[in-house]
């Protein structure tokens, strides 16, 4: 979960409380996947040096859903996981600037000195060396160095980083990342994300058919954007603090209803209410696709068989 000193602010006017003279990492970051982290780790050790708070500014709704007048990107990480994952990675805050086409249209010398310089009142700006912004994308690295150097501010831009820790970071991309999730290769996708793919939300009212089966669910219904492939998972999900293993299942509960995609957790060893609560779950393995069954007893003589390999893998993390 988010740690309780991690600041939010969504289009502020002066600076957060907090984050008050902050080195800042410029992006989307959807994903804040491995590529994304060799931005954010050069903002770290800048504000480090400079003895400063370190903070995400990204951009809500994602600018190509603004652009095509819809919504169209498959989000690995809304604002709220965003900010979960920001925290794990040891930054102080994020900034939520909302991403409009008049806000893209403004010339770019407006965000350096308007947002920037006079909101904000960053001491760095870190961005990755393909960043662009302002009107006609007309602002890339060198505008925004020479704009530090005017404004008072330091400028970072961080080359293109081909390897990390882990490997080769040549396929890592929120795309790439966004067609493993599609296809329910979970593990795909914590390869190239540094992390396992999770989502956060909070737990709803069902039907309680899983608990007449003998397997009561922790229902969530995610993203809208959310494209991953509908089938059965192993999981781990985060309640209070507490990280419990379970299977899940998403898609449309073709044996019943062929509803409204949804979540359903069945929390291994755990009997408590969690309607209402804020979860978070992570997906470590596809199990299977989603199957109509011909009747109850077929299904739940599936589900015992999901469990039961839900709980080998788990055992092997």
Do not use: W
Request: hydrophobic share 45%.
């Amino acid at each position: 979960m988010t740690k309780p000193s991690f600041i939010v602010a969504s289009d502020p006017e002066r600076p957060p409380e907090g984050l008050e003279g902050a080195v800042v990492a410029i992006g989307n970051f959807d994903g804040l996947h491995r590529g994304h982290r060799g931005v954010v780790a050069h903002a770290q050790a800048l504000a480090k040096k400079l003895g400063k708070p370190c903070a995400l500014l990204t951009f809500e709704p994602h600018p190509a859903d603004v652009f095509a007048g819809r919504p169209v990107i498959f989000r690995l990480t809304p604002p709220a996981a965003k900010a979960a994952q920001a925290a794990r990675l040891g930054l102080d805050g994020m900034i939520v600037l909302s991403f409009t086409r008049s806000f893209a249209a403004r010339p770019a010398r407006e965000f350096t000195e308007e947002i920037l310089k006079k909101k904000l009142g960053v001491s760095a700006a870190v961005a990755g060396y393909d960043f662009r912004f302002g009107a006609g994308r007309a602002g890339d690295a060198d505008f925004l160095r020479a704009e530090g150097a005017r404004l008072g501010f330091a400028v970072e831009i961080v080359d293109r980083i081909t390897q990390d820790e882990e490997g080769s970071l040549e396929a890592v991309s929120s795309t790439a990342t966004r067609e493993a999730l599609e296809a329910g290769d979970v593990e795909a996708a914590r390869r190239l994300l540094g992390h396992p793919f999770f989502v956060r939300g909070v737990v709803r009212h069902g039907d309680k058919r899983g608990r007449l089966l003998g397997f009561p669910t922790a229902n969530l219904a995610l993203d809208p954007s959310n494209r991953l492939r509908h089938g059965v998972y192993a999981v781990t999900i985060e309640i209070d603090g507490v990280v419990r293993n379970g299977v899940a299942s998403f898609g449309r509960r073709p044996t019943f209803d062929n509803g409204a995609p949804l979540l359903e957790v069945f929390v291994f060893g755990f009997s408590g209410d969690l309607y209402g609560e804020e979860v978070e779950v992570a997906f470590y393995a596809f199990l299977r696709g989603e199957q109509k069954f011909d009747s109850v007893e077929a299904l739940i003589a599936q589900m015992d068989a999901d469990s039961a390999l839900a709980r080998a893998l788990l055992a092997k993390r």
